[in-house]
């Protein structure tokens, strides 16, 4: 896997991981530890995005 194909699977994880916190957050039924688990783990997606493009 080639640096340029893993970064578009990163981006990608990272817009789903987005709008599936986007959609528990409007459900009144949600679970703050899932989503907080979502946003952490959408953070370290994030962080790896950044170190493998510079």
Do not use: F, G, W, Y
């Not at 340029?4 to 703050?32: Q, T």
């Not at 979502?38 to 493998?52: F, G, N, V, W, Y």
């Amino acid at each position: 896997m080639t640096v340029s194909s893993h970064l578009e699977e990163l981006r990608k994880k990272h817009k789903n991981l987005s709008d599936a916190v986007e959609a528990a957050l409007r459900s009144p039924s949600s679970d703050d530890l899932e989503i907080a688990r979502m946003k952490k783990q959408k953070l370290q997606l994030k962080e790896e995005i950044t170190r493998l493009s510079t």
